[in-house]
Every structure is written in C-alpha cells, then in structure tokens.
C-alpha cells in the first residue's frame, strides 16, 4: 500500500495547520539549480471551499512574512485548447495575515501536475512547482514556476502530510487525486483478469496437445 492510499477519506478534514515546514526555493529543478531563496511555511487554513490562506517567512535576505491567497481553481481536463488534466489555481499577493485583503490580480495563474502533487504527498522532500503563463491561443509558451523542496533533515513526512492534509481535504485535488487511484486499481483489475484468463487458456491447450 502507498503513502497516499486511505489518506483522503481516513485523514485529517481539518480546515487548518500550524507548524514550521522550512524548504527552499529553487529557479528549476530542485537538484540542478541553485537555492534561490530560503523559507518557512508557518501556518494555513481554508478561508472557503477550494481557497485556503497561507503564511509564510521568507528567510533572505532578512525574514519577511509573506500571506498568500490560493484559489485551486480545475482539477481535471479544462476541455479546451492544448491545457493538460492538471490541478489548476491562481495565487494572490497580501497584505493582510487573514488574506482579507489581497491584490485584485494574480501573481500567477497556473497548474501542477498529479504526479507533482502526489510525490509532494508520498515525500517529504519531494521537489514541487507550478507551471505559470499557461498556453492559449495567444501564447503558446509556458514558464515553470520557482520550485520548492521541504528540509526532509528537519521535517518529518507526518508533518507534511498534516500540511497537504488541509489542502487537499478541502479543495478539489482530494477527490482528484482519489478517482486517479481509483482508476488506477481498476485498470490494474481488469489486467489480472485478462492474465488469469489467458494463463487458464494456455493450461487448457497444454491439457489438450
């Protein structure tokens, strides 16, 4: 059984965290590219079905708290153009410690991927990033986003768990994320059955010659 399995349905519906996650940032993958920036995720809570408020401290060069609205948007196909089914969301700068008072525009609308999210879930040190200037009939080129990597020596995989716990319990990624696994285990069904069924065939021949 992995890590992610019975977590959604089993695990914490709580609608907020509190802690001291430290990661650093990354301008790229996170093992080929220089720290960018050090951080600390303090604490996050959901402010509405599918938006949560999170606090965080920049660390460099001196600490500087950081509240960040996040809206998860789509999880799935968007049904048009060349998006990939993909968690979607947009990210709001501000000012205030509850995010009641943020900037009207984004600074950055985006999506990451299942396996992203699922490694991030599976990992405590997983490297996890969102894709931003998302592809459209105008623009065709897509950025990724700086990525982010929690300090597995100082944080525990329970630890960050509970942290991607209130995010995905309480937007669309959980349900996401368990049809994914679902499907996968019925695919995973249906080719047992159709081994079993040639092996028996092959017996049956062998019987016969």
Same mark, same amino acid.
């Given at each position: 059984?992995?890590? +992610? ?23 790229? @993958? *996170?093992? @080929?590219?220089?720290?960018? @920036? ?6 996050? $809570? ?6 949560? *408020? ?10 500087? %708290? ?7 948007? +789509? ?19 501000? !000012?205030?410690?509850? *995010?009641?008072?943020? @900037? ?11 396996? $992203? ?36 020596? =100082?944080?525990? +995989? ?8 209130? =995010?995905?319990?309480?937007? *669309?990624?959980? %349900?996401? #994320? ?22 028996? !065939?092959?017996? #049956?021949?062998? !019987? #016969?010659?």
């Amino acid at each position: 059984m992995s890590a +992610l399995e019975g977590t959604f349905s089993d695990g914490t519906t709580s609608g907020s965290w509190e802690g001291s996650l430290p990661y650093t940032l990354h301008g790229g @993958d *996170c093992d @080929d590219s220089p720290i960018t @920036d050090t951080a600390r995720t303090i604490a996050i $809570k959901v402010m509405a079905p599918g938006t949560v *408020c999170e606090f965080d401290i920049l660390m460099m060069p001196d600490p500087t %708290p950081v509240y960040s609205k996040m809206e998860f948007t +789509l999880c799935g196909f968007p049904g048009s153009g060349e998006l990939p089914d993909a968690i979607y969301a947009k990210a709001y700068n501000c !000012a205030s410690s509850d *995010c009641s008072d943020c @900037d009207e525009s984004p600074e950055f609308v985006g999506y990451t991927t299942r396996a $992203k999210m699922t490694a991030a879930y599976e990992s405590a040190d997983a490297c996890f990033g969102w894709t931003t200037d998302v592809p459209s009939a105008n623009n065709s080129i897509v950025a990724v986003l700086q990525n982010q990597r929690f300090n597995a020596n =100082v944080v525990t +995989l329970a630890e960050t768990q509970a942290y991607w716990g209130v =995010v995905m319990n309480n937007t *669309c990624i959980g %349900p996401y #994320l368990e049809a994914s696994r679902s499907s996968a285990a019925l695919v995973s069904g249906i080719n047992l059955s159709i081994f079993t069924t040639v092996a028996i !065939a092959y017996g #049956l021949i062998r !019987a #016969l010659i």
